[in-house]
């Protein structure tokens, strides 16, 4: 009974460690879509600072994304399925935001420059 406890406990083991996600076929390249995420988020910024109704805000955030798609070639389906990807890799999408974050700072500095 132990045995069999013990194969159980391992089989169990090797299910639980594999939670990665295989890369789907039209998977966006990463520096393509730290690109879109950094549009994204500045969409959704400007949307959240410009309008006050729940639903324009979401019917103008639609368009701008769908905008984002189109300027960087995307589809919002390989979009969702790269993005489910990296949900499903932790690690990778740790990886992704930390890149992010370093373009969206770059993007403001640029632009604080440009103002003064």
Do not use: W
């Amino acid at each position: 009974m132990k045995r069999l406890f013990y194969i159980l406990f391992c089989f169990s083991l090797f299910a639980c460690g594999n939670n990665q996600s295989k890369a789907p076929a039209d998977l966006v390249p990463r520096d393509k879509m730290v690109q879109i995420l950094a549009d994204i988020h500045i969409a959704e910024a400007q949307v959240e600072s410009r309008v006050v109704y729940p639903d324009t805000a979401l019917m103008a955030f639609t368009y701008q994304e769908r905008e984002v798609f189109k300027k960087h070639g995307v589809t919002e389906q390989q979009f969702r399925d790269t993005y489910s990807y990296y949900k499903d890799n932790l690690k990778e999408m740790d990886a992704l935001y930390e890149i992010i974050v370093d373009t969206l700072s770059l993007r403001e500095t640029k632009l604080r420059a440009a103002g003064k």
